[in-house]
């Protein structure tokens, strides 16, 4: 699918950026762009790549539209991953964030569609369903003007994954509270109640792949993911790096901030799919009959709501997580 294609990525030199460009490596593109604003990050990253020659490395901003003209010109997919994420950020500063991630998007959609680009895949996040936050609402956005993109063009499909908190990404708490318990000091926790999703940068990678590759346009795809209480996280951190019990702070709840994530909403459960053991799909509530036809042989999810407190990982499932993506 990939193979001497030429493959767009904004917000390219972050940590699903770097992932994904190493596994799209592995399917010998002809060319991939990293696209976003930061020049050190990018230099870092050419490096790290040993200048490998099919890599090109765009500076740019989603918020422009001329910019994103040029780097979509004769790409063949792109995977638009820039975002502003930090939920307090947005909360304080929402009109950066709507000129990133909801004015950004239609860039994407606007150039893509001019250039003839074959997919474009979306990265969202569950706090765009059910928003509470600002970032989640820009998120929701984003997915709407996605979704209905498809009705815009004839060649250009659009595409959107959802994912969780990925581990190890920038801003993850997971790094944060094990540096608070190396040093010895109070780990700050917003709540003892909250829950979250939890996935490896490789799972998200993998999600983002396998939506590139079966969506013919107009779905969302989510991965059956972990979740977990924050604080029995922080436990099995501090088992692990400290022989003193770990001292925990309740700092209460941010502005914007969820007790827990909610990845199918009860408004859309009811077109929700199973798709395969990892992946629900969901199809828009006026999907196209060929949306429809493509999906006909696959089951409806059984649950009204896909929240993270609904199962929770035991202490030495949280543990197996935290080894495998290399943070024990």
């Not at 767009?8 to 030199?13: A, D």
């Not at 569609?113 to 765009?128: F, L, R």
């Not at 969780?164 to 109070?186: A, D, M, R």
């Not at 590759?213 to 099995?236: P, Q, S, T, Y």
Request: charged share 25%.
């Amino acid at each position: 699918m990939y193979e001497d294609k030429i493959i767009l990525i904004t917000g390219g030199t972050g940590s699903w950026g770097q992932e994904l460009t190493h596994k799209l490596l592995g399917y010998k593109p002809k060319e991939i762009r990293i696209f976003s604003r930061n020049e050190y990050a990018q230099v870092k990253m050419q490096h790290a790549f040993e200048n490998d020659p099919r890599l090109k490395f765009i500076i740019g901003d989603v918020r422009d539209y001329n910019a994103l003209l040029a780097a979509t010109r004769s790409a063949d997919y792109v995977f638009h991953l820039a975002a502003l994420k930090h939920v307090p950020v947005c909360e304080y500063q929402p009109d950066e964030a709507l000129k990133t991630n909801v004015s950004g998007t239609e860039n994407i959609i606007n150039a893509s569609i001019v250039n003839g680009v074959k997919k474009v895949i979306d990265v969202s996040t569950d706090k765009a369903v059910e928003p509470i936050n600002f970032y989640g609402m820009t998120k929701s956005f984003g997915e709407r003007l996605m979704i209905r993109a498809n009705s815009l063009s004839k060649t250009t499909k659009f595409v959107c994954i959802r994912g969780g908190n990925v581990l190890g990404t920038n801003g993850s708490v997971v790094p944060i509270f094990k540096k608070q318990i190396l040093e010895g000091k109070e780990v700050t926790l917003t709540s003892k109640e909250m829950t979250r999703f939890f996935l490896t940068v490789s799972e998200a990678i993998d999600l983002l792949l396998k939506a590139s590759e079966v969506a013919i346009g107009g779905e969302i795809f989510v991965m059956k993911m972990n979740a977990c209480r924050i604080v029995d996280l922080i436990n099995v951190l501090g088992q692990h790096f400290s022989t003193n019990t770990t001292p925990i702070k309740e700092i209460g709840i941010r502005p914007g901030e969820k007790l827990h994530e909610v990845l199918v909403s009860d408004h859309e459960a009811p077109h929700t799919l199973k798709y395969g053991s990892q992946y629900y799909v969901i199809l828009p509530t006026h999907a196209s009959n060929k949306l429809r036809d493509n999906y006909k042989g696959l089951k409806k999810c059984s649950f009204v709501k896909y929240q993270s407190n609904d199962v929770l990982m035991s202490p030495s499932e949280i543990f197996k997580m935290l080894k495998e993506g290399g943070f024990l």
